[in-house]
């Protein structure tokens, strides 16, 4: 009896050994006619014996499984990250049995995938299909995790989709890993054109400098991302109502980088958003202190005043502005927009007048004085026109500040100037 059941098991064995070869022989026939449906079919019978199968059998298995569920990038989403998930453990079952038959053809395949996924991806970025960028740019991290620039691609595609649960999820990655995405830049300036222009990487660009096409080499470190994935985590979470969240983020991140402007500025907008002026005022003031020359945060500043109905306080803020960098142009705007608004209650003055000789007389007064807030509006108004020439808004502005005038040549110029930009815009 012993000996019966002996040779029971072993014909048993040898028929499983048997229907395994045939499933796997199966697969290999529907991928070499590209009959990827019947592959996926041969794939799923195969699967059942799978428990039973030897290591070698299990990474042929493995490998044929991943090449029909990728089907040379025709597979759906759910197919592909199968596929993905395949070929890792084909990797990882062929370095613990210490024999790589598999490994080599299945890196190859991955740089294909690799390849394929990053061209669709970029294609779909620049045409804005950003669903479709997010989803190949992780797919290109999770087959290659040591580039983790793709993830941040990934979640940077999401967050313009918008998709803020995935780029949150994606984000969230990056900031437990540290992800900082500062890397090194290589710069020379071209002799023919003498423009300064990016290589790939440092032996390129020494070999053109080497070989006299470019000059003036330089290496350049770019900024860190950490303080853009914070803010964007922060940002995600108050339009998803979790305000806790969100600053728990940003303290985080400042607790570690305590003197990062970028951070801090990122904060102060978590705050605006949530609608706290006074700590948004606290920390741009902070902002300001660590970094006296930038001329956007006494413009924000000054914005800020003025949404705080303080005009005057405003007025001080975008002349600092202007002081530091003579060419910001929305500084001169707003200035423009603080002078005018002072017309409102000289009109309102003029409005309540009678018709008495005293009321005659106050109303010329008024009358000096609101033809004074046009003079003095009328240079900032021209400057902010100079540096942005497509300024609609500084341009109707002028042509009615002429009119009022009766500064008849100007107003016909600005008028033309204001139809000329509307059919423009009209055109785009």
């Known amino acids: 009896m012993k000996k019966l059941m002996t040779l029971v098991l072993l014909l048993a064995i040898t028929s499983m050994s048997f229907a395994q070869k045939k499933e796997l022989k199966a697969i290999e026939k529907a991928l070499k006619n590209s009959n990827f449906a019947d592959a996926k079919s041969a794939v799923s019978s195969a699967e ?207 607790s570690e980088n305590p003197d990062d402007i970028g951070l801090l500025l990122s904060e102060a907008n978590v705050h605006l958003k949530m609608g706290n002026k006074e700590k948004f005022k606290e920390l741009m003031q902070e902002a300001t202190t660590k970094d006296p020359k930038n001329s956007e945060l006494q413009y924000n500043l000054g914005v800020l005043a003025a949404e705080g109905d303080n005009p005057e306080e405003a007025l001080k803020y975008y002349e600092k502005a202007i002081a530091i960098n003579p060419n910001h142009v929305d500084s001169y705007n707003n200035i423009a927009v603080v002078i005018l608004g002072r017309e409102a209650k000289i009109i309102d003055e003029m409005n309540a007048l009678g018709n008495s000789s005293a009321d005659n007389k106050k109303y010329e007064e008024l009358k000096e004085v609101r033809t004074k807030i046009y003079y003095d509006a009328i240079p900032y108004l021209e400057k902010a026109l100079e540096l942005r020439e497509t300024n609609v808004n500084a341009a109707m502005t002028l042509m009615n500040i002429y009119s009022a005038l009766g500064e008849t040549d100007k107003f016909k110029a600005m008028k033309a100037k204001v139809e000329e930009m509307e059919a423009s815009a009209e055109g785009n």
């Open 48 to 254: 059942a014996l799978m428990g039973s199968m030897d290591d070698k059998s299990k990474a042929k298995f493995l490998f044929l499984k991943a090449q029909a569920l990728y089907a040379n990038g025709s597979g759906t989403d759910a197919n592909i990250d199968e596929a993905i998930s395949s070929l890792d453990k084909l990797k990882e079952l062929e370095s613990e049995m210490g024999k790589l038959k598999y490994t080599q053809e299945a890196n190859t395949m991955t740089n294909g995938m690799i390849n394929k996924f990053l061209t669709k991806s970029n294609d779909a970025f620049t045409n804005k299909n950003f669903k479709v960028a997010a989803k190949g740019f992780e797919k290109v991290y999770r087959m290659s995790p040591q580039d983790t620039i793709y993830l941040y691609y990934a979640a940077s595609a999401a967050v313009s989709e918008p998709d803020y649960d995935t780029a949150l999820d994606y984000y969230n990655q990056l900031k437990n890993m540290g992800y900082d995405g500062a890397q090194m830049n290589y710069y020379a300036t071209n002799l023919e054109t003498n423009e300064v222009e990016s290589f790939n990487d440092k032996s390129s660009r020494d070999l053109s400098v080497k070989a006299k096409m470019h000059s003036n080499p330089e290496d350049r470190m770019s900024e860190s991302k950490k303080a853009e994935i914070v803010k964007n985590i922060a940002l995600i979470y108050v339009s998803q109502g979790e305000d806790e969240k969100a600053l728990g983020a940003m303290a985080d991140a400042r």
